[in-house]
């Protein structure tokens, strides 16, 4: 996976109204953590963090973090935005190591026709659109692609038979269910008899509202008559 460079500024005062006052400038607060490494306040330029995760790798970007003299191979973790805008207002960056293993979510692309479904009037439900791996950083695949080729009606393709790309692992339950061929709904066809009652039931209906509306029935003419 490629890395991609990233500057960023230490960020000495702390607090809602300097976060504030950085955001309105443009900037990003956020905060640096790892594995044997004190956590450390930062700020990056917020249009340049928006394009480091906007390669195909996304929110697994492999990033470069400079700061000062110092580089520091780290991912994007915890994006907090804000509740209407939905522009970014804080990041949690995680220092990795490029030969130590992570966890992390990958999305999952269906690729191929599922002719044996689609031409049948059946539909294809994707189950799960991403899958929690483990994997190096430098391993970790933008996506993992589900070949649907195969898929008839009825049947299901569980993670066991996915061929997860080399330096891939999980601990999800191979057994879980990632996309189905799901069968077309049949309405039930009532039968004859079931038809010629429903009709008769319903022009009883229809007569008997007719007696009970002001006016009808063959009792309303006769006294309109006699007058």
């Keep these: 996976m490629a890395e991609v460079a990233l500057a960023a500024e230490p960020r000495a005062e702390l607090g809602s109204a300097t976060s504030g006052r ?26 340049a963090f928006r394009s480091a995760l906007s390669g195909p790798a996304g929110l697994n970007a492999l990033l470069d973090l400079h700061l000062g003299g110092d580089t520091h ?14 522009t970014v207002t804080h990041v949690d960056f995680l220092i990795v190591k490029r030969d ?15 002719l044996g479904v689609t031409s049948m009037g059946g539909m294809i439900v994707q189950d799960h659109s991403v899958l929690t791996i483990i994997a190096t950083p430098v391993t970790i695949p933008d996506v993992i692609e589900v070949d649907i080729s195969a898929l008839e009606l009825g ?15 999980t601990e999800v339950d191979p057994e879980t269910v990632i996309v ?5 709904r049949v309405m039930e066809v009532e039968s004859e008899e079931d038809l010629e009652a429903a009709a008769a039931a319903a022009a009883a209906e229809g007569e008997a509202a007719g007696e009970a509306a002001p006016g009808g029935g063959d009792d309303a003419g006769s006294d309109d008559n006699a007058e």
């Design 22 to 47: 950085m955001r309105a400038a443009g900037r990003i607060p956020a905060i640096v953590y790892g594995k044997g490494t004190e956590p450390f306040a930062i700020s990056v330029e917020g249009r």
């Design 73 to 86: 191979l780290a991912l994007a973790r915890d994006i907090q935005r804000h509740p209407v805008k939905g």
């Design 100 to 114: 130590q293993a992570i966890v992390v979510d990958v999305p999952l692309a269906l690729v191929g026709e599922a």
């Design 155 to 169: 049947q299901t393709l569980r993670l066991a038979d996915i061929t997860l790309p080399d330096g891939v692992t």
């Design 180 to 184: 189905t061929g799901l069968e077309p």
